[in-house]
């Protein structure tokens, strides 16, 4: 007997309202005691930024065969598609609106297998709303690829589909290496989009890290390399520099959000 | 073997503190491996109307057989009793409070097959607090419920149960149709009580929606038929007509939240 | 077939963002269909004093052989160790920061039948980082747990686990009983570091409870034994003196919070 695929859920929906429940409440409806898991609802509202790392930050550690719903989708009855992207370990269901573009990029170990347009009626719910796709077409959707249906059924093959137009870091000319917070989360930690690889290229020591006003000497490698209050950066569990205060919150005591640009400086030599 | 059915919790508890988690705690140890499916524990502390509308906009999309738990409680420990009604779908538990008051009324398509006053000691914990009856009373009976106990057993049959004193649209004499923003969801979204069937009796085509100092012209059918920022009013996944503002939050904007007096234009002829 | 045990997750991450849901992953790749049940994840950021409240207060709700997770872990990747506590009843997994030291001090039922340091990397994720050991120790430490894994193959015996240093209410020269507020949930209730048995022990009746410049007059029962509005003292669901307000919340209106003192005056005679 196959193993039951996991449907794990990514939306910007919040948990204050009853659009998660909702969706739950479908796949339920169609596939009685489906394993579900919530990566998280907690995405701003229509920041597909976010949503997009918050997948590539965790899809690695699901089980092979898990059907990934995301539902970052401010175009939402509008003219966008219904991506579902079949890889080598995992499905993956969207709006066609670069959600999904850090994780099926030729950067990543995803390898796209098909690529299908969700556009077959028989899969959604009777009544699709213009405005709440997530429990209209999403939910139905996942819960028949969890009954084993063969994505090809539900539209037609597309060979393209939306990237994310995000700024990655730049090598200067000087030496050093500049990019940018992407992300900051419930510990007030700043992730930037300046990932291991990048940092460990030039084969040198990181002798300072920049951001705002703060310098920071060094990379630590776990947040008690500091003393507590202390701000230090390290590469995160996600693979990126981060900048985090030990025992503290370093989005607080920075000032420092989304966006900020951070400057890395190497020993050479 | 009869299918697993689900309880559906819906409560004004939120997520920060233990409560859900210790009703989840009681209902496994009564039936281990409970398909229990969280409707929102988002609701507004004490917001007996606020939990009213959540439940109705989505239980219906429940499979059959769903035990809906529903604590919004203000009135905890003192002398409200606790319902269960059965209805040729589902089964509903919560305080007689009112919120259940709309699900239950003659407008919807739940047919009460019967209603029990919940009181017999036997269903619940050991110990029953006078604060948290979720935990003690709810949680049990429900988990009770969804290994078959028939609800004859939780204590007498009554007829009556309350409803909720919510006001509902009005038709005035000049042809126009008010109502009032009833509920705000995470996005700002404004859903007025107002639904779709009132919208559509006069077979005229709505001209305009005004709340507040903003007048809309006619209805959109998804929130991208306006341009980024702009202020439309739709009939929303709940078949209500909402105010909302494409990739923007109409609530903020428009200075507006619940209990907002709304109206509407058609144009007749 | 021994009962399916339920893996209880109880941290201070949140659900803004995905290391739940990353978790949840882990234990789904080890433990396909475990049953998992969040306690909470709204601790606040490295509060162990309040992880250990929602532990303190839930466990003997959940069923024999539930294995708890306790994440609330300021000191990650650096020394303090990581412990897997057995007593009779539950599994407990947390930093040896103090976070299971009322669960597992000597007034709790719960007796300690083994205690072991965890450190056998077979069981950890491949690699771990060094900043988040919710994903690459404790989740995938629980799935075996879970899966029957015996703790003594996770490491060492050990003898001595840290306790929390908390102040524990004192009874005055003046017969008076004093302690201090050390959780206030969703509701605003603030709940006090004086449970019933310190209330009880001198079998006097209580004539008054003094919070900030509030005196409140004897003990309710539940929350509407006041008029709405009214401050109320009672003794709360986890079996401890709390303050409230029927129909309202207690925090706000007193402008009380945690660490407020308390003090609890008898009718001696």
Redesign the interface.
Same mark, same amino acid.
């Given at each position: 007997m196959p193993?039951?695929k996991?449907i794990?859920l990514?939306t910007d929906?919040?948990?204050?309202? *009853? @659009? =998660?429940?909702?969706m739950?409440? /479908?796949i339920?409806?169609i596939k009685?005691?489906a394993?579900v898991? !919530? /990566?998280?609802? $907690?995405v701003r509202?229509?920041d597909i930024t976010g949503g997009a790392f918050?997948l590539s930050?965790?899809y690695k @550690?699901?089980?092979e065969g898990?059907i990934f719903v995301v539902v970052v989708d401010?175009? =939402? $009855?509008?003219?966008r598609r219904v991506l579902c992207a079949q890889t080598g370990k995992h499905i993956f269901l969207a709006p066609d609106n670069g959600v999904l573009g850090p994780v099926l990029s030729e950067e990543s170990e995803e390898n796209v297998v098909s690529l299908v347009e969700v556009s077959n009626l028989k899969f959604f719910l009777h009544d699709v709303?213009?405005?709440?796709h997530g429990? !209209?077409i999403f939910a139905p959707v996942a819960a028949h690829l969890s009954l084993g249906v063969n994505p090809a059924r539900f539209g037609p093959r597309i060979n393209e589909f939306k990237r994310l137009d995000v700024p990655g870091p730049v090598n200067a000319a000087d030496g050093t290496l500049s990019g940018e917070v992407i992300y900051v !989360?419930?510990?007030g930690n700043l992730i930037t989009n300046i990932d291991r690889a990048r940092i460990e290229a030039g084969n040198a020591r990181v002798l300072s890290v920049t951001i705002g006003k703060k310098e920071i000497e060094g990379l630590g490698?776990? @947040?008690? !390399?500091g003393r507590p209050g202390e701000t230090l950066a390290?590469i995160?569990?996600s693979g990126y520099l981060?900048i985090?205060e *030990?025992?503290g *919150?370093a989005c607080e005591s920075l000032g420092c959000s989304r966006g900020e640009k951070v400057t890395v400086r190497f020993n050479k030599g």
């Amino acid at each position: 007997m196959p193993r039951d695929k996991v449907i794990a859920l990514l939306t910007d929906f919040g948990l204050e309202d *009853n @659009y =998660v429940g909702t969706m739950k409440a /479908v796949i339920a409806g169609i596939k009685p005691g489906a394993s579900v898991i !919530d /990566v998280t609802h $907690g995405v701003r509202p229509q920041d597909i930024t976010g949503g997009a790392f918050m997948l590539s930050s965790s899809y690695k @550690y699901f089980p092979e065969g898990a059907i990934f719903v995301v539902v970052v989708d401010p175009g =939402v $009855g509008g003219e966008r598609r219904v991506l579902c992207a079949q890889t080598g370990k995992h499905i993956f269901l969207a709006p066609d609106n670069g959600v999904l573009g850090p994780v099926l990029s030729e950067e990543s170990e995803e390898n796209v297998v098909s690529l299908v347009e969700v556009s077959n009626l028989k899969f959604f719910l009777h009544d699709v709303s213009g405005t709440f796709h997530g429990r !209209d077409i999403f939910a139905p959707v996942a819960a028949h690829l969890s009954l084993g249906v063969n994505p090809a059924r539900f539209g037609p093959r597309i060979n393209e589909f939306k990237r994310l137009d995000v700024p990655g870091p730049v090598n200067a000319a000087d030496g050093t290496l500049s990019g940018e917070v992407i992300y900051v !989360d419930r510990f007030g930690n700043l992730i930037t989009n300046i990932d291991r690889a990048r940092i460990e290229a030039g084969n040198a020591r990181v002798l300072s890290v920049t951001i705002g006003k703060k310098e920071i000497e060094g990379l630590g490698a776990t @947040y008690s !390399d500091g003393r507590p209050g202390e701000t230090l950066a390290l590469i995160g569990s996600s693979g990126y520099l981060e900048i985090a205060e *030990n025992c503290g *919150n370093a989005c607080e005591s920075l000032g420092c959000s989304r966006g900020e640009k951070v400057t890395v400086r190497f020993n050479k030599g």
